[in-house]
């Protein structure tokens, strides 16, 4: 396969494209521009539009317009223009609506700085916007994984008609590396798109909205979501384990903190420390089963994040009692280095031989 | 007192009111040219005093203003069917 | 001649694209008027198969019970957004918007504004009534100064809620529009004119002319405290100065 040098941004927007995503909408933001850069000229090729909105709220709905219509669809933006976004993805969900989006974190809160960051996992995991909705949450550590992802990213949106974002960071999204594009269409078993407003010719009118004034309707959609939601977490749980089968410590990270905790581990292993790494993969449908299985062979946990612990939430709910969680973070922008993890597993696993 | 009531016309057109979804507004009693719908004293089924037109006159043109102005939808419109007179 | 018994044609009926519901509208609103002229358009031009509209917040909000057609319902202000979004994957398919003062005027002018700088293809329906009807009457952007609603319950005071928007005046400044008009449904005279305007937005559209933008000025008896008679009275004796009815912009070339 050939093989492309590309930043994470581009690679995600190529396969998009070749996803078959024929419409992108958004507004430029830091760390994340080369996808409308990219977009603005690759789109026109395939005869897709992209366009320029004047601010995340109008661009989200945009999505919502064209997801409308049964198309694939997409919008990218970083931490304060997601918080923007939030509006129209609540009614996405609500609404049941694929679509595709992109979050190139930067440190937060307000408008924070432009440096890489991770602060946003509450955000894109546990709701962001109103109401009982998740996301599906993908969290690609390299270039070559953020295009794998990002072109199953729309057939998962399809299948469970449900907005899904792709949640990186200023690191990888502005990284350069070697990527490969998989030849991939859209999966065969796809659910036919009869919501999709096309006309209402040959059949009874279609309405895609979100009012539910009866309260024992809206329950009832809620519910619906509710058991998406769960088939999510049966069918969709992506994690990697890596080198956690000897493990006596265990680090949990995702993202460019996972790549982090890789370097980290090989270094801890020529110091004969047992370390391992399992780095969820999907951060919703999050993989607490792995978590729970690991904990009782495991002497501690670590869990190392670009913010100053959110997803150490989700592992300690994993884990419960069964052995310790800690935690250890840099935020602002600030990209842990591999030694500062060094560091910190040593610190525990002084505390074990004590 | 009116010339129909020496010489009453024939019913030119007429326009049936639907109670269902006439809510009594009466803006189609305004805006009739000749004042010939009211707002009845009996309360339809829907809450609402609807309007009326007995036009016992046959007075109504069938200019469909009523019908234009009203925001339910209610008035339908008749107009006599033009004769035949064969005139080309 | 026996008269009752002479054959009558019906000559104004139901439109085909309303369905035969009643609405939740107050008596004498001018939403049901202004509904009925939308449809009416669509049959007459053939496209109630194909057309897609987008409503809003406010009292329409629930109409795509009363539209029988492909509807979305969009966020409060955002129905510009969504009808982008839509027309852009679909330049095939008619698009309209159907916005409230407060939707389109208020929270959602940066849509308005950008989506008519941009000749977005879709047209935008604009009921104006100087009020948010659905919330209870509180003061909108469009209110007049010195009208009393619940939030301006002495009058709207310009020193400090400032002055009422004039939002075709003020999206004519722009180029790409090709027809922006301003109409009343406040009579059977204004109602015929209503209707040709909106006839002729829906005709631009379907023949590729960028953004057309009809705002009606419609009467709202409840929240203004009014019956519907003192309603349209008032309508065309406070409103018809501020808001001039009219053709605003219009292309060269005539429908």
């Known amino acids: 396969m050939e093989k492309l040098f590309m930043t994470g941004n581009e690679a995600i927007a190529e396969a998009a494209v070749r996803a078959g995503c024929r419409y992108y909408f958004g507004y430029p933001i830091t760390p994340q521009n080369e996808i409308p850069e990219y977009m603005v000229k690759r789109l026109p090729e395939v005869g897709g539009v992209f366009l320029q909105a004047e601010s995340e709220i109008a661009s989200i709905f945009m999505v919502y317009g064209a997801a409308g219509s049964g198309a694939r669809v997409m919008t990218s933006s970083a931490s304060p223009g997601i918080s923007l976004k939030q509006e129209g993805i609540s009614y996405i969900a609500a609404a049941e609506l694929p679509c595709v989006i992109v979050n190139m974190m930067r440190g937060g809160p307000g408008l924070g700085g432009i440096q890489p960051s991770q602060s946003d996992y509450f955000q894109a995991t546990k709701g962001g916007g109103h109401g009982d909705y998740h996301l599906f949450v993908l969290a690609p550590a390299t270039v070559q994984e953020a295009a794998d992802l990002c072109l199953e990213a729309f057939d998962i949106a399809d299948r469970y008609r449900n907005p899904v974002m792709i949640l990186g960071d200023g690191v990888l999204g502005q990284m350069m590396e070697p990527v490969s594009f998989q030849d991939r269409r859209p999966a065969a078993d796809l659910p036919e798109k009869t919501w999709a407003l096309t006309g209402t010719k040959g059949r009874a009118a279609n309405v895609v909205k979100t009012l539910n004034l009866d309260p024992s309707v809206l329950e009832k959609h809620n519910l619906k979501l509710q058991e998406k939601y769960k088939r999510m977490a049966k069918e969709e749980v992506r994690v990697e384990c890596y080198q956690v089968d000897d493990a006596e410590i265990v680090i949990a990270a995702y993202g460019t903190v996972a790549r982090i905790a890789k370097t980290a581990i090989q270094a801890l292993r020529e110091k004969g420390i047992k370390a391992g790494l399992v780095r969820p993969i999907t951060l919703y449908p999050f993989p607490y089963k792995t978590f729970a299985d690991i904990a009782p062979k495991v002497r501690k946990i670590l869990t190392v994040e670009m913010s100053l612990g959110q997803m150490v939430e989700d592992v300690r709910l994993a884990v419960g009692d069964k052995t310790e969680v800690c935690f250890f973070g840099r935020c602002g922008g600030i990209v842990p280095g591999y030694e500062e993890i060094v560091v910190e597993v040593e610190k525990l696993t002084a505390k074990v031989a004590r | ?88 | ?255």
């Open chain 2, 1 to 88: 007192m009116s010339e129909s009531k020496t010489q009453k016309k024939p019913k030119r057109a007429r326009i049936a009111i639907d109670e269902h979804f006439c809510k009594g507004c009466g803006l189609c009693v305004d805006n009739c040219p000749q004042h010939i719908i009211s707002i009845s004293g009996t309360v339809a089924t829907s809450g609402y005093y609807p309007a009326q037109c007995p036009d016992p006159e046959n007075k109504c043109t069938g200019c469909t203003l009523c019908a234009r102005i009203c925001p339910d939808v209610a008035i339908e419109v008749f107009k006599a069917k033009k004769v035949d007179g064969g005139a080309h």
């Open chain 3, 1 to 255: 001649m026996n008269t009752e018994a002479q054959e009558m044609e019906r000559i104004f009926e139901r439109p085909r694209a309303l369905r035969s519901a009643t609405t939740h509208y107050c008596p004498g609103c001018g939403h049901g008027i202004t509904h009925r002229l939308v449809a009416e358009v669509i049959d007459e031009l053939g496209i109630r198969e194909t057309i897609v509209g987008v409503a809003p917040v406010g009292c329409s909000v629930l109409m795509y019970n009363y539209f029988d057609i492909d509807m979305f319902e969009a966020s409060h202000g955002r129905a510009p957004a969504i009808a982008t979004g839509f027309k852009r994957a679909r330049p095939d398919l008619p698009v309209f918007t159907y916005q409230g003062d407060g939707d389109l005027a208020a929270i959602g002018i940066a849509e308005t504004i950008h989506a008519a700088a941009r000749g977005e293809k879709f047209t935008t329906i604009f009921i104006n009534n100087a009020t948010y009807g659905m919330t209870g009457g509180q003061m909108a952007p469009t209110t007049l100064v010195g009208q009393k609603t619940a939030t301006s319950p002495t009058g709207r005071n310009c020193e400090t809620a400032g002055y009422p928007i004039k939002v075709c005046e003020m999206l004519a400044t722009l180029d790409a529009p090709s027809y922006i008009a301003r109409v009343s449904v406040s009579s059977a005279k204004h109602v015929l004119k209503a209707k040709q305007a909106i006839s002729k937005a829906f005709q631009l559209q379907l023949k590729g002319f960028p953004y057309t933008f009809v705002e009606v000025l419609s009467p709202c008896p409840t929240d203004w405290h009014m019956t519907p008679q003192e309603a349209v009275e008032w309508l065309e004796e406070n409103m018809f100065p501020q808001y001039p009815l009219g053709e605003v912009k219009a292309p060269k070339e005539g429908v």
